[in-house]
């Protein structure tokens, strides 16, 4: 007995020892240990090298480096770029940085992986159509491998903007208009660029842009300043903030607009308390591009000193182009009006993503990789697939769609039938158009070879020239259908591209009622990064397909769409007005103490409808759904209860296809009025014909709250309803009571 004691306490010890060999450190002992690295960093650094950290600068467009960099790298004055990739150029310029500078502390390259780096995907408003964050997930870690591949190690992305005003070009890389949906994409996206762990090959950091309320710019112009409530800020636009934080996202990017009065990029409240100390972000904020320098313009800053001064000290870490931090840095710590411990902690969140993205040990991507990731036939695939299920059916009167693939006569007319451009949506990344399969080719490839397709361009997307109408109409007599492709130019969507009118540019118009006006059965497929307001085209075309930018793929799959292929599944992520002056119109807005009615005294206008063209999760299919026995677990719960939602969704049509079911609240009475409608839960699901299943959701606290009118988050007493449908209009609702 006595001897075995001895053994015991060894094969114990050589337990132990296994355990610890084995075992990489958990998170927490790795932060531990990255935080000690920093600190020992942050005490050999000059001044100097600390503010050179703070600067990010970009490369010259194609990809290279300036030759201005080269030095700075050397001395340890650039702690990033903004476009350097391809060809070995970051393990270039890395090598620099590594090998030649001070402290060796590598460079962090990043660019705008948005929908894809070479696989193009569909603009992030369509992946959100397809109202299954796994796709954007998807889509995003194949980003995040190609990107990689080019040497590149953070993408500015997600942008989880809420648009509600589709004047705003911007709205084409968001997820829509809604905080519930726009938070599972943002946690979707973050999840897919960064994986588990950024520092694994393949992987990106990711960034959430543009903090905030970017997306509410007045009258929808680009980098107009948007006002709004806290309240407003906290219910609709911080959620997939929120969201993108919670799901890990290792950087944020401050907004160019100024939020009541104060440029995004120097917001205390925002950057500090909200992100910081009430959220608990410990990553680093990038401000957008020379956004510190525009605080000038903005009539905040005085000048370059000062907003520097302002932006540094409101929790900016890290400058995009301008270097106002860099010129004016040791002057203001030298006049006090800048701590050293600012500075230090803006440093110590660069440092510290940097040793989480393992740059200090693999500073280098292989660069082999170029040869293989791009394109593979995998991603297209993917891509065509997503693409398919981010497009929405919006009308199909009689069946017209799909069509029989041995149709003996297609004509393909319209701007953007035969467009390799225009797919590939803004942030196009490194995509090609040359890559692009267009509607004409995907619908050439997809027909019988007897069927006879006619082209027929019929006028430019935006000129004012109609000379080529004849022809297409002649096309469209000579065919036994039309399909007219028309919408929006690449360059109409995107940064720096809001309209004030959301009617189809150029001639466009006039194209389709004149192809619709031969008489034989038309069918529009819309290629746009917004709603449009078409309203002759819905009240006169029988079918119509909202297909969006769709990406590298996006001519396939709108082929798989026309000839039933793909059964439309997509469900629309943002409202679509029926004409420019109802915007914003969104669905789940506040009421009035006289909603719409016939009557005149009533919240509406005398020259237009007050309702969408289509409302928020609306999509069709060529089958047809059945919702039913929806039910509540509860008719009284507790504030800190919750409530069980079942519903049965059946397919009564004969084709397999695709359901969202959606569900949506109304707190009916509160201290602050609650909108109409609010989405809480949402499911897209397959069913082949005649089967049906039962789903449930499950709304708590999380759900049923809101912040009222001291900010605090609350569950109040009083009734609840609940709407359960195919779109936010075609519900069937319950109530219950929470005590
Ligand atoms: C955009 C950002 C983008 C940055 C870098 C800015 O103009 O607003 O979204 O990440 O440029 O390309």
């Known amino acids: 007995m006595r001897h075995k004691k001895p053994l015991t306490l060894l094969l114990c010890l050589l337990f132990v020892l296994a355990l610890f060999i084995s075992t990489p450190p958990s998170s927490a002992q790795r932060n531990v240990d990255i935080e000690k690295r920093v600190s020992a960093l942050l005490a050999r650094m000059t001044l100097e090298e600390k503010l050179g950290q703070l600067q990010q600068l970009d490369g010259q467009g194609d990809g290279n480096f300036r030759p201005e960099h080269v030095d700075m790298v050397r001395k340890g004055l650039l702690g990033s770029t903004l476009g350097v990739r391809n060809g070995g150029r970051p393990n270039q310029l890395q090598r620099i940085a590594v090998e030649q500078s001070r402290l060796k502390i590598p460079l962090l390259f990043g660019f705008d992986t948005i929908h894809g780096y070479r696989t193009i995907f569909p603009i992030p408003l369509a992946e959100a159509a397809t109202w299954d964050p796994a796709l954007a997930e998807r889509s995003s870690s194949i980003a995040a491998k190609e990107a990689y591949a080019a040497g590149l190690r953070w993408t500015f992305a997600p942008m989880v903007d809420i648009a509600r005003d589709p004047r705003w070009g911007r709205i084409t890389e968001g997820a829509g208009e809604d905080p519930f949906l726009g938070a599972a994409f943002a946690r979707a996206r973050v999840r897919g660029f960064q994986g588990e762990d950024y520092s694994q090959p393949g992987k990106l950091l990711a960034c959430a842009k543009h903090w905030v309320a970017y997306g509410a710019a007045e009258g929808g112009r680009d980098y107009n300043t948007t006002e709004m409530s806290e309240q407003t800020l906290r219910s609709i636009y911080f959620p997939p903030f929120k969201a993108a934080v919670d799901a890990g996202v290792g950087t944020f990017m401050s907004a160019f607009n100024a939020l009541n009065g104060i440029p995004t990029s120097a917001h205390q409240f925002t950057l500090t308390k909200v992100l910081r100390d009430e959220w608990k972000f410990d990553g680093f904020v990038v401000s957008d591009y020379t956004?510190?320098?525009?605080?000038?313009?903005?009539?905040?800053?005085?000048?370059?000193?000062?907003?520097?001064?302002?932006?540094?000290?409101?929790?900016?870490?890290?400058?995009?182009?301008?270097?106002?931090?860099?010129?004016?840095?040791?002057?203001?710590?030298?006049?006090?009006?800048?701590?050293?411990?600012?500075?230090?902690?803006?440093?110590?969140?660069i440092l510290r993503i940097k040793f989480r993205l393992g740059l200090f040990e693999k500073?280098?991507?292989?660069?082999?990789?170029?040869?293989?990731?791009?394109?593979?036939?995998?991603?297209?695939?993917?891509?065509?697939?997503?693409?398919?299920?981010?497009?929405?059916?919006?009308?199909?009167?009689?069946?017209?769609?799909?069509?029989?693939?041995?149709?003996?006569?297609?004509?393909?007319?319209?701007?953007?039938?035969?467009?390799?451009?225009?797919?590939?949506?803004?942030?196009?990344?490194?995509?090609?158009?040359?890559?692009?399969?267009?509607?004409?080719?995907?619908?050439?490839?997809?027909?019988?070879?007897?069927?006879k397709v006619t082209y027929a361009k019929g006028c430019d997307v935006l000129a004012d020239d109609t000379s080529g109408f004849a022809e297409a109409t002649a096309a469209a007599r000579n065919s036994d259908v039309a399909i007219v492709v028309v919408g929006e130019p690449k360059e109409f969507a995107g940064e720096a591209a809001s309209r004030a009118s959301l009617d189809l540019p150029g001639r466009q118009m006039d194209l389709v009622k004149e192809v619709a006006r031969v008489g034989k059965p038309t069918i529009v497929v819309l290629v746009n990064g917004r709603p449009p307001a078409i309203g002759w085209i819905v009240d006169n075309v029988p079918a119509i397909l909202e297909a969006w930018m769709g990406g590298t793929e996006s001519g396939n799959a709108i082929a798989d769409i026309l000839f039933g292929d793909v059964n439309p599944g997509g469900k629309l992520p943002v409202t679509f007005p029926r004409l420019t002056g109802q915007v914003p119109i969104y669905y789940n807005h506040l009421n009035t103490g006289r909603p719409p009615t016939t009557e005149r005294y009533n919240s509406k206008y005398?020259?237009?409808?007050?309702?969408?063209?289509?409302?928020?999760?609306?999509?069709?299919?060529?089958?047809?759904?059945?919702?039913?026995?929806?039910?509540?677990?509860?008719?009284?719960?507790?504030?800190?209860?919750?409530?069980?939602?079942?519903?049965?969704?059946?397919?009564?049509?004969?084709?397999?296809?695709?359901?969202?079911?959606?569900?949506?609240?109304?707190?009916?009475?509160?201290?602050?009025?609650?909108?109409?409608?609010?989405?809480?839960?949402?499911?897209?699901?397959?069913?082949?014909?005649?089967?049906?299943?039962?789903?449930?959701?499950?709304?708590?606290?999380?759900?049923?709250?809101?912040?009222?009118?001291?900010?605090?988050?609350?569950?109040?007493?009083?009734?609840?309803?609940?709407?359960?449908?195919?779109?936010?209009?075609d519900v069937t609702e319950k109530t219950f009571v929470v005590q």
């Open 606 to 729: 005398i020259d237009a409808p007050w309702t969408p063209q289509f409302p928020f999760g609306f999509g069709l299919s060529y089958t047809q759904f059945r919702i039913s026995n929806v039910a509540l677990s509860a008719t009284q719960i507790r504030g800190d209860g919750s409530v069980r939602v079942t519903a049965e969704v059946e397919n009564i049509g004969k084709r397999a296809g695709d359901e969202v079911v959606q569900v949506y609240i109304r707190d009916v009475a509160a201290s602050i009025a609650r909108p109409v409608k609010e989405l809480k839960g949402f499911q897209r699901v397959e069913l082949k014909p005649g089967e049906k299943r039962r789903l449930e959701f499950v709304l708590g606290p999380e759900h049923l709250g809101f912040y009222n009118q001291q900010m605090k988050f609350v569950v109040e007493p009083g009734e609840f309803r609940v709407m359960v449908g195919s779109n936010s209009q």
């Open 363 to 451: 500073p280098y991507v292989d660069e082999s990789l170029e040869k293989t990731a791009y394109l593979t036939p995998e991603s297209r695939a993917i891509a065509r697939d997503i693409a398919g299920r981010s497009m929405v059916l919006l009308k199909n009167e009689r069946d017209t769609l799909p069509l029989s693939k041995s149709i003996g006569s297609i004509a393909v007319i319209g701007p953007l039938a035969d467009d390799k451009r225009s797919p590939l949506g803004w942030w196009s990344g490194d995509g090609k158009d040359d890559d692009t399969v267009t509607p004409l080719a995907g619908i050439k490839s997809k027909v019988s070879a007897q069927t």
């Open 291 to 349: 956004a510190v320098q525009e605080m000038i313009a903005h009539g905040y800053a005085a000048d370059g000193k000062d907003a520097a001064r302002l932006s540094l000290n409101a929790g900016v870490d890290m400058e995009m182009v301008s270097r106002l931090f860099n010129q004016h840095g040791a002057a203001l710590l030298q006049e006090r009006k800048l701590t050293q411990a600012t500075i230090d902690e803006a440093v110590r969140r």
